[in-house]
């Protein structure tokens, strides 16, 4: 079991790369960084989370896609050529109808 100790947002220009085929790969942006350990606190990592929720080892990826490596290109560089910007994908997995966030409610008297 992990636990995550830390997040915090990816920078423009660091991307994920998956695998989908052995001659096709796909970038998505990276989002966020998650610091995890392990519970007995003897190993951490540094694991990103893309666009689309994907994330290294995480049961729920695209079926039959591998995880190649994060990458780094500079903004001013453009994106890489697999780049896939889920948009649409992003917008379908909010339903209309999802509950409001949680708000502070202020403490009894």
């Known amino acids: 079991m992990k636990r995550i100790v830390d997040i915090v947002p990816a920078r423009p220009g660091w991307y994920a790369r998956w695998q989908l085929t052995?001659?096709?790969?796909?970038?998505?942006?990276?989002?966020?960084?998650?610091?995890?350990?392990?519970?007995?606190?003897?190993?951490?990592?540094?694991?990103?989370?893309?666009?689309?929720g994907q994330w290294p080892?995480?049961?729920?990826?695209?079926?039959?896609?591998?995880?190649?490596?994060?990458?780094?290109?500079a903004p001013e560089a453009g994106e890489p050529d697999d780049i896939d910007q889920p948009t649409d994908r992003a917008e379908a997995a909010v339903p209309a109808t999802a509950p409001p966030a949680p708000q502070r409610q202020p403490a009894p008297a």
Request: hydrophobic share 45%; glycine share 8%.
């Open 57 to 73: 080892g995480a049961d729920d990826n695209e079926a039959g896609v591998e995880f190649v490596r994060y990458l780094f290109q």
């Open 22 to 52: 052995p001659g096709a790969t796909r970038c998505y942006p990276v989002t966020l960084w998650a610091l995890v350990e392990d519970t007995d606190a003897a190993n951490r990592e540094v694991i990103g989370v893309d666009a689309i």
